[in-house]
T-cell receptor, first 112, second 115 residues
């Protein structure tokens, strides 16, 4: 399972509050990704990282920021959560010889 | 730009029947293609991958997919559906051109298996 954990696994918060989701990996993968999954949209890339302190935006990055101060941790922050950010968030790493991505178990976030 | 289209957001088959889930891609370079499965309340699990070696790719749980360049397709099949195959399936193409290993995902197909 590529040693990926996500925390918290479930969170309910209120509009306007900051939220940070954590992705932790144990296998020293260089590339890490944050996706959101919504019905009818599949998975959409929010941000990704190609090394410590090296990050870039994905297709749905508005309202999100990320940080990676250590190889093993990739944090996703919603500075001021909105109801449209209610979703399931997945972290992934690239680990295989052919760019396979391996996914964490997900975080279900509800913004009221 | 690369893209992936999955035809049919919902597919129902009877137990024991053929499973066919469709995926078409668009890519300006030879692609790497992937199929993932997601069981309820779980993350995505890699089923199989195409990396330009063999056009017919075998994966886990009896699934296979055939890469057809002329049709820009990578359809997923299984000869005989089982109840445990009920899940959501995602096709993805790797954005090799960007050098970032990013994926572009299809919107998914939810497979229902009828007893």
């Amino acid at each position: 399972d590529a040693g990926i954990t996500q925390s918290p696994r479930h969170k309910v918060t209120e509009t306007g509050t900051p939220v940070t989701l954590r992705c932790h990996q144990t296998e020293n993968h260089r590339y890490m990704y944050w996706y959101r999954q919504d019905p009818g949209h599949g998975l959409r890339l929010i941000h990704y990282s190609y090394g410590v302190k090296d990050t870039d935006k994905g297709e749905v990055s508005d309202g999100y920021s990320v940080s990676r101060s250590k190889t093993e941790d990739f944090l996703l922050t919603l500075e001021s959560a909105t109801s449209s950010q209610t979703s399931v968030y997945f972290c992934a790493v690239t680990g295989g010889g052919y760019n396979e991505q391996f996914f964490g178990p997900g975080t279900r976030l509800t913004v009221l | 730009a690369q893209s992936v289209t999955q035809l049919g957001s919902h597919v129902s088959v009877s137990e024991g029947a053929l499973v066919l889930l469709r995926c078409n891609y668009s890519s300006s370079v030879p692609p790497y293609l992937f199929w993932y499965v997601q069981y309820p309340n779980q993350g995505l699990q890699l089923l199989l991958k195409y990396t330009s070696a063999a056009t017919l790719v075998k994966g886990i749980n009896g699934f296979e997919a055939e890469f057809k360049k002329s049709e820009t397709s990578f359809h997923l099949t299984k000869p005989s559906a089982h109840m445990r195959d009920a899940a959501e399936y995602f096709c993805a193409v790797s954005d090799l051109a960007s050098g970032t290993y990013k994926y572009i995902f299809g919107t998914g197909t939810r497979l229902k298996v009828l007893a």
